[in-house]
């Protein structure tokens, strides 16, 4: 098998998929049904948004074609392969077990799109996709606790059943690593999110976050700037992600000593915050300005310093970043 499908986005195979000559007929007579283009929707995702309209539909026709097939897909794989029971003997060989996946499928769609079509699956979380064992209840139950703000070790055991159930789930090791991240046990949460990542390798938040305790932790300054800057290239049209992406390029421009390109992003994402604040709360505003302090005070600008500290202790004096502004020099 060629190592590089697995490393290729669910984008360029389907059109991958859509461009081999069983399936581009079909393609084909799905387009012609079309009569007008409509206009497209940005996604926010670059990939989606850089394809031309006729790549675009060409990539659903594809994604039609292959739902067609799905039911009869299912009952191969986890009714006769028995893939859920399977699925634990191959650990993280992913590769073999696309390859296996495939010889089984390649009565469905045929020996040369078997593997094609066996990596889009897999990439898809192939777990949900044969929806054995409750998983969709019991991660549903799971991210209500986290959106309830239940940060605690019995959230946490919800999605390490989910992982023991679904080892490709990748949403399961991204919460775990959260979880983990909110109760301040930094270190432990990195595995979790670098697991998230290699099964979803282009995913935004978890580059962002890891781009994060890379530099919190870790002191791997440089590797924490390449993780968030390639975040904030998705996040362009995401206004809360963008905001934090742009604030942690931010500090970590900051701490790497390049404080005017730092400002330049810090700035950019004190404005949104500002802007949506129902939505972050005062309490992040607090933190973006306390890293544009800093950055402040490795410019010697004395009187923006002052001015963003005395903003800091205004909003809520009580606050840890209220706290930590005190300990800053002030010229």
Not at 72 to 87: A, G, H, P
Request: glycine content about 4%; charged content about 25%; proline content about 2%.
């Amino acid at each position: 098998m060629n190592h590089q499908l697995l490393k290729t986005s669910k984008v360029k195979l389907y059109l991958a998929l859509a461009d081999d000559d069983t399936v581009r007929p079909w393609v084909e007579e799905d387009m012609k049904k079309v009569a007008h283009f409509p206009a497209r929707m940005r996604s926010g995702d670059p990939e989606i948004d850089s394809l031309s309209m006729r790549e675009s539909d060409v990539w659903s026709s594809a994604q039609k074609w292959l739902a067609q097939k799905k039911l009869t897909l299912k009952r191969v794989i986890c009714d006769e392969w028995k893939y859920c029971s399977r699925r634990a003997e191959y650990g993280e060989d992913y590769e073999r077990l696309v390859i296996d996946i495939a010889q089984q499928i390649s009565k469905v769609v045929g020996v040369c799109l078997a593997e094609l079509v066996a990596t889009i699956l897999f990439k898809e979380n192939m777990f949900s996709f044969c929806e054995c064992g409750g998983t969709k209840r019991r991660m549903q139950d799971a991210i209500d606790a986290c959106n309830r703000k239940c940060y605690d070790d019995h959230t946490l055991g919800l999605f390490a059943q989910i992982v023991e159930l679904d080892p490709d789930n990748h949403q399961a090791y991204y919460y775990q690593g959260f979880i983990k991240l909110k109760q301040h046990r930094y270190e432990e949460a990195i595995p979790y999110y670098q697991k998230a990542l290699a099964l979803s390798p282009t995913h935004p938040v978890y580059l962002n976050d890891l781009g994060y305790l890379y530099a919190y932790v870790k002191n791997d300054l440089e590797t924490a700037q390449d993780y968030i800057a390639l975040a904030l290239k998705m996040f362009w049209d995401d206004t809360e992600n963008r905001a934090a992406s742009l604030d942690s390029l931010g500090w970590v421009l900051c701490q790497r000593g390049k404080y005017i390109e730092a400002l330049k992003h810090l700035s950019e994402s004190m404005e949104l915050v500002r802007r949506n604040a129902n939505t972050f709360g005062m309490e992040a505003l607090q933190e973006v300005l306390y890293h544009v302090a800093v950055t402040y005070r490795g410019l010697s600008d004395t009187q923006n310093l002052n001015k963003t500290i005395q903003e800091i202790q205004q909003i809520n004096p009580q606050s840890i970043w209220a706290e930590k502004v005190r300990n800053l020099s002030v010229f």
